[in-house]
């Protein structure tokens, strides 16, 4: 039996050995706490600490002391929203988000608009971009944040976070972004976007999971959060608990390396994609792409197939390949995605799809491997679809003539 393919790095990426290497000192011999000043296990532990912070800082054009460590993306994203949310409150209490953002930005906005704020969930277009005009109407006086992910975790669809930085700075207005999928893989930089707080995680780009960070601007304007974990006052007294010192220094590494080879890897990876792209619609119907091919993270294929239930493909391929049906969060509620849905996709499609992505570790045998399965399993599921049939009879509404006003 061949090992079954890894083609799900958009929900974890493996530990790259490199990061791996980088670690591993810091379990054992190197175990000091960074918080110890009185001696030399406490200022390693720091220094290994301060360093990684200058890593990531200059891989997205920022202070290191603008970079703030939490246990991952979800924890940067509750205490972005909740910490500007209480820290503006005199201010205002209206924040703009957007309808296909990640679970914790939905869950932390929901919250807040159980206590007290107003949210307006914005609604994007068939392709999956958020409206910039629909944006600018929906600011008030009272507007304290816009939320608007940078690219999504499951269409890879990049939103333009330049021109809603430029919008939010013109209003007066802090901007936070999920970078949790951008990372990485493509370039994000808090001074051409005019990003005031981001949201990034370790594990999305080859480092360990449970540690990811939150990059809060120092000045022009300065970002201010009240923090949502009290203690020792760890990290400028925004994120209190002790530094876990190998997975911050995983996440330097992984970020630096992720950044150094950032071209050649986004277009070998882009290539690959390309492959499975066409080795797939060019032997199959009734494929639709959802979401911009042209905006959207190298990595990343979304797929309804016509007549054929998600579930049954997923089963169907589960001995080649590990892939996700919708997100890895709402496979296990098994609802239909509420990305797919928002993008006006309908219910039966939504549980159709499927998320590749295709990532560092992947080859061109494995994209041959995963089409031809894929081929092989749609057709074998179609000739017991009543759904696929009726299809067939009417071609007006086969999704495969969508298929062709794609790029
Ligand atoms: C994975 C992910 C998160 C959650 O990050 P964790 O570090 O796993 O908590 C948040 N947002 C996006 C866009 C993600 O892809």
Not at 46 to 67: K, L
Not at 160 to 186: C, M, N, S, W, Y
Request: with cysteine.
């Amino acid at each position: 039996m061949t090992k079954v393919i890894y083609m799900d790095n958009l929900a974890t990426t493996p530990v790259d050995p490199r990061v791996l290497a980088v670690m591993l000192p810091y379990f054992t011999e190197k175990f000091g706490n960074a918080a110890s000043r009185n001696h030399s296990y406490g200022w390693e532990a720091e220094e290994a600490v301060e360093h990684a912070r200058a890593q990531i800082a200059g891989v997205i054009n920022a202070d290191p002391r603008e970079i703030i460590f939490t246990s991952g993306a979800t924890e940067a994203n509750n205490l972005a929203l909740k910490g500007v949310a209480e820290m503006y409150r005199d201010k205002g209490n209206h924040i703009i988000t957007v309808s296909t953002e990640h679970k914790c930005v939905l869950d932390s906005a929901q919250y807040l608009a159980e206590h007290d704020c107003r949210v307006t969930y914005l609604p994007v277009r068939a392709n999956g971009l958020v409206d910039l005009k629909a944006l600018e109407s929906a600011l008030t006086p009272e507007t304290i944040l816009i939320s608007v992910m940078f690219a999504n975790n499951e269409t890879g669809v990049i939103q333009p976070v330049e021109q809603i930085g430029k919008l939010a700075r013109a209003h007066g207005v802090l901007f936070h972004t999920d970078a949790a999928q951008a990372l990485g893989k493509i370039p994000v930089d808090v001074q051409r976007d005019s990003i005031d707080i981001m949201s990034m995680s370790a594990h999305k780009l080859y480092g360990p999971k449970g540690v990811g960070a939150l990059y809060v601007r120092r000045k022009n304007p300065r970002g201010r959060l009240v923090a949502q974990m009290h203690g020792g006052g760890h990290e400028r007294g925004m994120r209190s608990g002790t530094l876990y010192v190998p997975l911050i220094a995983g996440f330097g590494a992984a970020a630096e390396l992720a950044a150094a080879n950032l071209a050649s890897e986004a277009a070998r990876i882009a290539q690959l994609r390309q492959h499975l792209l066409t080795g797939i619609t060019g032997r199959l119907r009734g494929v639709t792409v959802h979401g911009d091919l042209e905006h959207r993270l190298p990595g990343n294929l979304n797929l309804g197939f016509a007549g054929v239930e998600g579930e049954a493909l997923l089963m169907g391929l589960g001995d080649t390949v590990a892939l996700s049906s919708g997100s890895a969060c709402t496979s296990a509620a098994l609802e239909p995605s509420h990305v797919l849905r928002a993008m006006g996709i309908s219910d039966e499609l939504a549980y159709s799809s499927l998320r590749f992505g295709i990532g560092r570790f992947n080859t061109e045998v494995d994209i041959e491997r995963v089409s031809d399965k894929i081929v092989e399993i749609v057709n074998r599921l179609r000739q017991f679809s009543p759904a696929w049939e009726i299809q067939q009879r009417s071609p007006a509404t086969d999704p495969s003539t969508k298929l062709q006003s794609i790029p």
